[in-house]
């Protein structure tokens, strides 16, 4: 048994992955997060006290995270500014937390001597054609291309250098598009799930020929306890469930899925810098670690994932009305 700092627990896969934690382990957990407008202590709800505390406050923060490496065997770094299209809009925020943020948690991890298991994103690597035969590997040059990828990227390299030239004892994830319970409204799933359970015609960005790389959240989770357990240090590796989609197919599925009419969406704005293609090629986890994901079938997925924001409106209600309010202030 262990205890670990969460940080961004609060979020989307950091809530996730606390769940998956207690459900499949006997560690207890200790969430630091800022409760930003994308944190939830509602996303914690349930789970026992004696093995999840949650402590509010900011990973930018070097005294409160000092004390809290103080006390915890190891850290999973989930915090972080993640919307693409919030860091168009203002991106500084992205930078205090994804690169001032990850700065103090290493030098905490150096400190305290401290594993530390650092969560990126896919979107390092920038985006694929559409009929690119290659995947993403661990070897795909870094080329992000949003204010949000490239603090993400920023924050990898920080990684690696700690471990280079302090000794670190940290490993990087690279993962694909997440989808499942508890992401928040303005991400592209649930925005047009809640548009439908709303009444609102969801909306596409552009033509909506984008391909995004679909992973469960938990089979995520997975994946990131695996690399707790069995990873070597200083290494990335890259997540992923196989689950390319256009994002076309993905809005017709969730309206063939509510029974209504697959093309009763609009066109909207699309993105500025709109990455096309996101694909992951995650063979170094699987051969290496033992690592498979439980979701194999998308649609299967996808239906559960509607019946928890069907059953859970009240988690997501509060935000809905200013998020759509946003979007319509930019034509989206
Ligand atoms: P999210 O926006 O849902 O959650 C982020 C959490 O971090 C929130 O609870 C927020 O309150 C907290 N937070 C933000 N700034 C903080 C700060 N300064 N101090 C403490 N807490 C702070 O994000 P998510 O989608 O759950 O993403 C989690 C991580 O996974 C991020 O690092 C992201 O880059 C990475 N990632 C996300 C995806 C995806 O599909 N969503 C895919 C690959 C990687
Ligand atoms: O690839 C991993 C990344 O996936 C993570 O690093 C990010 O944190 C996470 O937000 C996600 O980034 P995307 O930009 O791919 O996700 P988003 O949900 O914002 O959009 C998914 C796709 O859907 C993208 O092509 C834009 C499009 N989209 C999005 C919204 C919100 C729409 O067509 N309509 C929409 O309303």
């Excluded at 809009?89 to 298991?117: K, Q, S, V």
């Excluded at 603090?151 to 250098?161: N, P």
């Excluded at 998308?298 to 809905?320: C, H, Q, S, V």
């Excluded at 759509?324 to 202030?329: G, L, Q, R």
Aim: proline fraction near 4%; aromatic fraction near 10%; charged fraction near 25%.
């Amino acid at each position: 048994m262990a205890t670990l700092l969460v940080t961004g627990g609060a979020g989307f896969i950091g809530s996730n992955f606390v769940h998956h934690v207690v459900a499949h382990t006997d560690h207890r957990v200790v969430v630091l997060d800022k409760l930003t407008y994308a944190g939830n202590r509602a996303s914690l709800d349930g789970l026992p006290a004696d093995r999840v505390e949650l402590v509010v406050g900011d990973i930018a923060d070097a005294d409160l995270v000092d004390a809290l490496f103080a006390r915890v065997d190891a850290v999973v770094h989930y915090a972080a500014e993640s919307h693409n299209d919030n860091s168009l809009h203002d991106p500084r925020p992205f930078l205090d937390t994804n690169i001032i943020g990850t700065y103090t948690l290493l030098e905490a991890a150096r400190r305290h001597d401290r594993r530390l298991h650092h969560i990126s994103t896919d979107e390092v690597y920038g985006d694929l054609e559409l009929d690119d035969p290659r995947r993403f590997t661990e070897s795909t040059p870094y080329n992000p291309s949003s204010p949000y990828s490239s603090t993400k990227a920023g924050s990898d390299l920080l990684v690696r250098a700690w471990v280079r030239s302090f000794g670190v004892r940290a490993t990087i994830s690279n993962c694909s598009n997440n989808y499942g319970p508890y992401q928040h409204v303005e991400k592209f799933i649930p925005r047009q799930i809640t548009n439908v359970i709303r009444g609102i015609r969801p909306k596409l960005y552009g033509a909506g020929e984008n391909v995004r790389d679909w992973i469960h959240a938990d089979d995520h989770s997975s994946a990131v306890l695996t690399i707790l357990d069995k990873g070597e240090i200083g290494q990335t590796y890259l997540i992923g469930a196989d689950g390319e989609k256009d994002n076309k197919e993905v809005v017709e599925l969730i309206l063939s899925l509510f029974g209504q009419s697959p093309d009763a969406y609009d066109h909207v704005t699309d993105r500025p810098g709109h990455d096309l293609r996101y694909a992951i090629d995650s063979t170094k986890l699987r051969t290496e670690l033992g690592w498979t994901p439980a979701y194999q079938d998308f649609e299967t997925g996808l239906k559960a994932t509607i019946d928890w924001y069907r059953d859970n409106e009240a988690w997501w209600a509060p935000a809905k009305d200013g998020v759509e309010a946003f979007y319509a202030s930019k034509g989206q």
